[in-house]
């Protein structure tokens, strides 16, 4: 089949470009938990942990969701794969979505304990 066909016979099974991708990447078809798999976007991403700390938190604006690579942070969560575009184009995937706990230090003060909500646990990050 040409991929021409491949396209329109996603369509009329009601699946997604990213759901494709996500299946000629990992083999599977990611699990709807009540969630539409609509992309996300990070316009900052490192695979460098090196020089942060383990518990330290990157400042994103151009995120459209709070992210983290650390599971062991979630109070809730449930599975729930969607596709994160970075800032260079790449495309890497959600394991989970929950939320996570925190009590900020800001220049040596520790602020208010914060619940963040709806955070995407992305292991690739």
Do not use: C
């Not at 000629?24 to 991403?45: C, I, M, N, R």
């Amino acid at each position: 089949r040409s991929k021409r066909e491949d396209k329109s016979s996603n369509s009329s099974r009601g699946t997604s470009n990213a759901e494709t991708s996500f299946r000629d990447t990992f083999g599977a078809t990611p699990v709807k938990l009540g969630y539409t798999l609509a992309e996300e976007t990070a316009s900052q991403a490192s695979t460098d942990l090196s020089s942060l700390a383990v518990s330290h938190w990157n400042t994103d604006t151009g995120a459209s969701r709070h992210m983290t690579p650390h599971r062991q942070w979630f109070r809730l969560y449930a599975p729930h794969v969607v596709p994160i575009r970075l800032a260079d184009n790449s495309v890497i995937y959600s394991a989970g979505i929950g939320s996570v706990v925190l009590e900020p230090e800001i220049q040596g003060e520790k602020g208010s304990v914060v619940e963040l909500l709806d955070t995407l646990h992305v292991p690739a990050l």
